[in-house]
């Protein structure tokens, strides 16, 4: 044993980490912020931590779960589920009444190009009364995007945290993409696959899915802000 007191191994290049450290914790809470799809197979891949620690750290240090593909909190907290409430109630209320993506990239290729859209599909009213729901990712919610909305005269309904069971594109879209996606090889191909498919979608399934968010919405409301999936038939 030549002294060794310690039995167990010494960190080697390439051998998956087993330690349950402060510093360990933090690397995967950060992975999982930045990307709330991420599986166990890329924080695997980024860290070197074996699959064990990674959930053990997931549930155990970060106390979160996996609800629609994403992860959150075990619990809502008090704050958490009034604020998902008051949400839904005005969402409701307005509903009645009518490359690397950044910031810059959002409003020019994404904003930019839907407003004159809807001004030319609504040369009358063009985006009078018009409400806009996208979710916390870090470019929607920039002062650049902010400005770019407020002075085109869009109301921002404001997505809450830890919310992926109200949010479409998590609850719906992101499902269905990735059910009909390939092993396309480049991202060009992957890009033509993915738009074709959202070109395909007819406007019934998309008013479908906005129904159903007008359900979850009053589901949320009636459990008082706790997640309701469970009770979805």
């Known amino acids: 044993m030549n002294g060794r007191e310690s039995l167990e191994d010494d960190p080697r290049s390439g ?15 950060a992975i999982i912020e930045e990307n709330p799809h991420a599986t166990h197979d890329i924080v695997e891949a980024l860290t070197s931590i074996n699959r064990f620690t990674i959930n053990e750290i997931i549930h155990n240090a970060l ?14 907290t008090d ?4 604020n998902r409430v008051e949400a839904c109630v005005i969402h409701l209320g307005y509903v009645e009444k009518g490359d690397t993506i ?41 002062e650049t995007v902010t400005n770019c909305l407020n002075q085109a005269g869009i109301t921002i309904i404001r ?23 390939d092993d396309d090889t480049d991202v060009k191909s992957q890009k ?22 007008l359900e979850r919405m009053q589901l949320c409301i009636d459990n008082d802000g706790h997640y309701f999936e469970h009770l979805i038939k």
């Open 15 to 29: 051998h998956p980490q087993t330690t349950y450290t402060a510093e360990n914790i933090e690397r995967v809470r």
């Open 63 to 76: 106390k979160k779960r996996k609800l629609t593909s994403r992860w959150i909190p075990h619990e809502l």
């Open 79 to 82: 704050q958490n589920r009034k």
């Open 102 to 142: 950044t910031s810059e990239y959002y409003k020019k290729n994404c904003l930019k190009p839907l407003i004159c859209e809807i001004n030319k599909q609504r040369p009358k009213t063009g985006i009078q009364n018009f409400k806009f729901l996208h979710d916390n990712a870090r470019p929607h919610v920039t």
């Open 159 to 181: 997505h809450q945290p830890y919310s992926p069971d109200l949010a479409p594109s998590d609850y719906w879209l992101f499902d269905l993409i990735k059910k009909n996606l």
């Open 192 to 213: 033509t696959r993915i738009t074709k498919l959202l070109q395909s979608i007819p406007k019934e399934v998309y008013k479908k899915t906005f129904d159903k968010w």
